[in-house]
T-cell receptor
Framework: AQSVTQLDSHVSVSEGTPVLLRCNYSSSYSPSLFWYVQHPNKGLQLLLKYTSAATLVKGINGFEAEFKKSETSFHLTKPSAHMSDAAEYFCVVSDLDTGRRALTFGSGTRLQVQP | NAGVTQTPKFQVLKTGQSMTLQCAQDMNHNSMYWYRQDPGMGLRLIYYSASEGTTDKGEVPNGYNVSRLNKREFSLRLESAAPSQTSVYFC???????????????FGPGTRLLVL
């Protein structure tokens, strides 16, 4: 069975400093991994996804994530935080081996950006 | 394109009342999903429909029913609402090109449901 662990429920950074949101996954086969962002009172928006091509994935708004199979990690980073990055971020896994298209979500990391 | 739309945006129910949450997508997607979001728990899958005319249970189906009315629409029904069903409900869709395809899911804006 697949699972996702987001290691921090809350992260606070100052504007202009780097962002690191940590995610570890468990999957029986070759997973696809996603990061979604949810701004307050909004739906979820895809930031980026890993689909077994390049291990370093670039997404929207300057975010990127690196797939590390040996560490079963898919951490999300951004070099310089902006106030508009304040939101909740979800790491998500889709295990193709099960044949299901359903996603398994992590519990979320709330990013706070201080001025 | 509107993408995925959901109605209503907000609803208050009394325990035991019934209601239907509506979802529609205009992207010609085959697969549609219903999730609930609770604090500290991420999103959990309630039901999904891999194609028109089929539905399958997800992680937390108890207390819910679904109908895939046509390719565009996928509704979620609460027959007898309970306070434990207070949550934010999200509908999503994806292309559904096959079980081994990698798909992005597109989400609606959500329905906030309060059961008293």
């Amino acid at each position: 069975a697949q699972s996702v662990t987001q290691l921090d429920s809350h992260v606070s950074v100052s504007e202009g400093t780097p962002v690191l949101l940590r995610c570890n996954y468990s999957s029986s086969y070759s997973p696809s991994l996603f990061w979604y962002v949810q701004h307050p009172n909004k739906g979820l928006q895809l930031l980026l996804k890993y689909t077994s091509a390049a291990t370093l994935v670039k997404g929207i708004n300057g975010f990127e994530a690196e797939f590390k199979k040996s560490e079963t990690s898919f951490h999300l980073t951004k070099p310089s935080a902006h106030m508009s990055d304040a939101a909740e971020y979800f790491c998500v896994v889709s295990d193709l081996d099960t044949g299901r298209r359903a996603l398994t979500f992590g519990s979320g990391t709330r990013l706070q950006v201080q001025p | 394109n509107a993408g995925v739309t959901q109605t209503p945006k907000f609803q208050v129910l009394k325990t035991g009342q019934s209601m239907t949450l509506q979802c529609a997508q205009d992207m010609n997607h085959n697969s549609m999903y219903w999730y609930r979001q609770d604090p500290g728990m991420g999103l959990r899958l309630i039901y999904y429909s891999a194609s028109e005319g089929t539905t399958d249970k997800g992680e937390v189906p108890n207390g819910y029913n679904v109908s895939r009315l046509n390719k565009r629409e996928f509704s979620l029904r609460l027959e007898s609402a309970a306070p434990s069903q207070t949550s934010v409900y999200f509908c999503a869709s994806s292309e559904g090109r096959g079980p081994r395809s990698v798909e992005t899911q597109y989400f609606g804006p959500g329905t906030r449901l309060l059961v008293l």
